[in-house]
Nanobody, 124 residues
Framework: QVRLQESGGGLVQVGDSLGLSCVAS????????MGWFRQAPLKEREFVAA????????EYADSVRGRFTISRENGENTVYLQMNNLKPEDTAIYYC?????????????????WGLGTQVTVSS
């Protein structure tokens, strides 16, 4: 069983930056993908970004590409999400997750484990 712990959420202003981190523990295995989803009030949970084990492959949602950067130390069980130029529409609960890439980009029902989430609020 994999456990995920997010940290770094908070309240910021439009245009500010904020960083999130997530640590995986427990029965982690090599080659698993780590990433982020988010869920805004009254909206479905949506994919944000994902990164493979080595950090050599990343995927982003169109809505965050160019503003958010996902990173991971090679072989480490910690993933980071640097969020720049934040907008009010980025307000959501951000969830860390692990799985395969298709679980992030095609079918989140295939996600292996979820964190409890961390709130990000962007005030205008």
């Amino acid at each position: 069983q994999v456990r995920l712990q997010e940290s770094g959420g908070g309240l910021v202003q439009v245009g500010d930056s904020l960083g999130l981190s997530c640590v995986a523990s427990g029965r982690t295995t090599r080659n698993f993908v780590m990433g982020w989803f988010r869920q805004a009030p009254l909206k479905e949970r949506e994919f944000v970004a994902a990164i493979n084990w080595s950090g050599g492959r990343t995927e982003y949602a169109d809505s965050v590409r160019g503003r958010f950067t996902i990173s991971r130390e090679n072989g480490e069980n910690t993933v980071y999400l640097q969020m720049n130029n934040l907008k009010p529409e980025d307000t959501a609960i951000y969830y860390c997750a692990v799985g395969l890439f298709q679980a992030f980009t095609i079918n989140q029902a295939l996600i292996d484990a979820w964190g409890l989430g961390t709130q990000v609020t962007v005030s205008s």
